[in-house]
């Protein structure tokens, strides 16, 4: 059984920042590409950031500049922080991870996601 967890989401104000964190636990023998998705109360859920196993990012045109998303393999954790947050950044933020947990077996897992308030 893996499980994802984050934390870190509250309310901030506009300018602010916020660190979000993402500790996979169970089953684990790799952790592929993990990454922060978001929605917004009425829309779709949208990718914000994700991180190879390697290290490349990739980032929303919504977030560059503002967002920077890091691992910590050996603490099986994923990092999202987010600067001069606007209140058009206000979701819940999801963790998603591809996780080996078996040989030669891989699925993707999601986390139960943490709120994000950014107020004006």
């Known amino acids: 059984q893996v499980r994802l967890v984050e934390s870190g989401g509250g309310l901030v104000q506009a300018g602010g920042s916020l660190r979000l964190s993402c500790v996979a636990s169970?089953?684990?023998?790799?952790?592929?590409?993990m990454g922060w998705h978001r929605q917004a109360p009425g829309k779709q859920r949208e990718v914000v950031a994700v991180?190879?196993?390697?290290?490349?990012?990739v980032y929303a045109d919504s977030v560059k500049g503002r967002a920077t998303i890091s691992r910590d393999n050996a603490k099986n954790t994923v990092y999202l922080q987010m600067n001069s947050l606007k209140p058009e950044d206000t979701a819940v933020y999801y963790c998603?991870?591809?996780?080996?947990?078996?040989?030669?077996?891989?699925?993707?897992?999601w986390g139960q996601g943490t709120h994000v308030t950014v107020s004006s």
């Open positions: 998603n991870a591809n996780i080996v947990w078996a040989i030669q077996t891989a699925s993707d897992y």
């Open positions: 169970g089953s684990i023998f790799k952790l592929n590409d």
């Open positions: 991180i190879t196993s390697s290290g490349s990012t």
